[in-house]
Every structure is written in structure tokens, then in C-alpha cells.
């Protein structure tokens, strides 16, 4: 599923880098993870190569 794929390459780009204290910077990290580089920069294979956020637009652009 999607969802262990995302906690794969997370695990490897992101949260296996560095060592977190408290909880609330774990969380922080994660959420720039996803919003600043995993939506909007790194492509998807499954999505032909776009972005989710590319995806997503073209997926209302062409549904509206």
C-alpha cells in the first residue's frame, strides 16, 4: 500500500538522518517532510513523474 511505501522512503530521507527531542519536533520535521519537499518536489512514479501537488491540480483542472 501507498502508505508503506511513504513510511519507507521517509524512514530514509528524512526521519533515519536525525535524532529528535521532544515528540513535537519529530512531528515538525515530518510535516515539513510532506509539505515542503515530499508534495511538492519529489516525483512519483506512479503519478507519470509529477509532483502529488502537479497531480492533484491537474486531477481538479480537469474535473471541474
Do not use: C, D, W
Request: net charge negative; proline share 5%; glycine share 4%.
Amino acid at each position: 500500500p501507498a502508505v508503506n511505501v511513504f513510511s519507507n522512503i521517509s524512514k530514509k530521507e528524512e526521519t533515519n538522518r536525525r535524532h529528535y527531542h521532544p515528540l513535537q519536533e519529530l512531528q515538525l520535521s515530518i510535516f515539513e517532510y510532506i509539505e515542503g519537499f515530499y508534495n511538492s518536489k519529489r516525483p512519483h512514479g506512479s503519478l507519470h513523474m509529477l509532483t502529488s501537488n502537479e497531480a492533484e491540480a491537474l486531477y481538479r483542472e480537469q474535473n471541474t
